[in-house]
């Protein structure tokens, strides 16, 4: 979906949470939200240590890290509806530590810097299937990606489009893969594999 067309599915989950309370879609389920949580939860990660959710959509994730302990929580979005849902869900559950931004991550923003960990669920897929330059703005979100993560910061990312192999092509330049994250596997014609990737990335330093 295009910009519009975003907007458009959020408003309606707007409207949809203001009339029964129902916070809308989890992107590829609550199962994935629980792997990465779960395996962030085993590393040395500081509690305050600065978090970037790239397209937060309606802020749950980020509110389940709150609730695992983490404090220093930012989401960003570019669409307004989903930042303002965002806004509702995270007032209602009345979680703190949590800042939600309207922001274009292909853009450069001076807000958006020095991050420990990145984490992206099905953006980088929107972004690959751009009807317009896809392949710029491939590029354009890794560059964003250098500018905003640390040196050494954690980049983990969710994808139901791309393979292991394609996402580490793609994230070839600065970032060393980490770990594959377990996702469920399907069985078609005696051939079995994953409809959904999750890798963690780590971004190179300058010595490495």
């Known amino acids: 979906m295009e910009g519009a067309s975003w907007d458009s599915a959020y408003e309606r989950e707007l409207q949809t949470f203001h009339d029964l309370g129902d916070v809308g879609e989890i992107w590829f389920g609550e199962g994935s939200m629980d792997r990465v949580i779960t395996w962030l939860g085993r590393q040395t990660i500081s509690s305050d240590a600065a978090f970037l959710d790239i397209g937060t959509g309606n802020g749950v994730f980020l509110i389940e890290l709150a609730r695992a302990g983490f404090s220093n929580l930012t989401g960003i979005d570019y669409s307004t509806s989903a930042v303002e849902l965002a806004k509702a869900i995270v007032e209602k559950e009345q979680i703190v530590g949590i800042k939600l931004q309207v922001a274009d991550f292909l853009c450069e923003s001076p807000n958006l810097s020095h991050y420990e960990v990145c984490i992206d669920k099905g953006t980088f897929d929107a972004v690959s299937l751009s009807p317009d330059h896809p392949a710029d703005k491939q590029r354009m979100y890794l560059e964003s990606l250098h500018r905003v993560l640390k040196e050494g910061g954690l980049f983990l990312i969710t994808s139901c489009n791309w393979t292991r192999e ?3 092509n793609h994230f070839s330049e600065g970032f060393q893969m980490l770990h594959e994250l377990p996702t469920p596997k399907f069985q078609f014609g005696g051939k079995s594999g994953n409809s959904v990737t999750a ?10």
Do not use: G, Y
Request: proline content about 0%; cysteine-free; glycine content about 0%.
């Open 166 to 168: 394609e996402l580490i």
């Open 199 to 208: 890798l963690v990335f780590k971004r190179k330093t300058q010595v490495e």
